[in-house]
């Protein structure tokens, strides 16, 4: 079955910080790739996504690769703020599955000044 | 985009009795998804609902338990049933998610079983 793992958290990081959260999937298609965010008190929202593989997602500052070689769509930023301090959820949907997104367990993320 | 309405946001309910989450979209979608997040995990998917079908469960989730309505394209219920602590969760709904776009949530009810 398709499955996301992710780095665990949380992630504590100072304000201009360079972020990289890992994410790997297994999946037995060809999923797209998603980060979901979900800052305190917020519903989840979509952060970027990709595909295809080499897609590159961008929002924000925010970017990830889909990597099929790899099986990996690691997000990255070159300097986060206070205000990226949140919940971050890599997920997969595949076709096969029905669209459905399957998560990863979340990366709590804590920007400090 | 989509936008979705789900209520109750919150509820504190007694174990044992049963609580019935409504999810609203602003639009016609064919597929509606309903998630668990448990405290401080990830989201699960605990059922797929069409409209004019029977909901398909996922793995650990019965009927029973869980039993869902998709009366129109706009509407879906979820019921937990014969609450137990273990079902103090937020559940959300979501639609959207097909060809690789984006999925829409709705601002999930927090349930504290007591």
């Known amino acids: 079955g398709n499955s996301v793992t992710q780095m665990e958290g949380p992630v504590t990081l100072s304000e201009e910080a360079f972020l990289t959260i890992n994410c790997t999937y297994t999946?037995?298609?060809?999923?797209?790739l998603f980060w979901y965010v979900q800052y305190p008190g917020e519903g989840l929202q979509l952060l970027l996504k990709?595909?295809?593989?080499?897609d590159k997602g961008s929002n924000k500052g925010f970017e990830a690769t889909y990597r099929k070689e790899t099986t990996s769509f690691h997000l990255e930023k070159g300097s986060v703020q206070v205000s990226d301090s949140a919940v971050y959820f890599c997920?997969?949907?595949?076709?096969?599955?029905?669209?459905?997104?399957?998560f990863g367990k979340g990366t709590s993320l804590l920007v400090t000044p | 985009s989509a936008v979705i309405s789900q209520k109750p946001s919150r509820d504190i309910c007694q174990r044992g009795t049963s609580l019935t989450i409504q999810c609203q979209v602003d639009s016609q979608v064919t597929m509606m998804f309903w998630y668990r997040q448990q405290p401080g995990q990830s989201l699960t998917l605990i059922a797929t609902?069409?409209?004019?079908?029977?909901?398909?469960?996922e793995s650990g989730f019965v009927i029973d338990k869980f039993p869902i309505s998709r009366p129109n394209l706009t509407f879906s219920t979820l019921t937990v049933s014969n609450m137990s602590p273990e079902d103090s969760s937020i559940y959300l709904c979501?639609?959207?998610?097909?060809?690789?776009?984006?999925?829409?949530f709705g601002q999930g009810t927090r349930l504290t079983v007591v």
């Open positions: 997920a997969l949907s595949d076709p096969g599955s029905g669209y459905a997104l399957n």
């Open positions: 990709a595909t295809k593989a080499d």
């Open positions: 999946a037995t298609g060809y999923p797209s």
């Open positions: 979501s639609v959207g998610g097909q060809g690789g776009t984006e999925a829409f």
């Open positions: 609902a069409n409209q004019g079908s029977e909901a398909t469960y």
